[in-house]
């Protein structure tokens, strides 16, 4: 699934808010039959 949706994503930030657009929204879609542990790392580029 990793290939298909792709496993990461970068959204520009303007004065501290997520620039989406009007239908856009961030989700996690969890692909795996049994639970387990996940880590999401956030990294912040910039001024």
Do not use: K
């Not at 303007?14 to 929204?25: A, E, N, P």
């Not at 639970?35 to 910039?46: K, W, Y």
Request: glycine share 8%; hydrophobic share 40%.
């Amino acid at each position: 699934q990793a290939t298909l949706l792709g496993p990461s994503l970068s959204v520009p930030i303007r004065d501290g808010r997520l620039i989406l657009g009007t239908w856009q929204q961030i989700f996690h879609l969890e692909c795996d039959v049994r639970p387990r542990r996940r880590t999401i790392a956030v990294t912040i580029l910039g001024e």
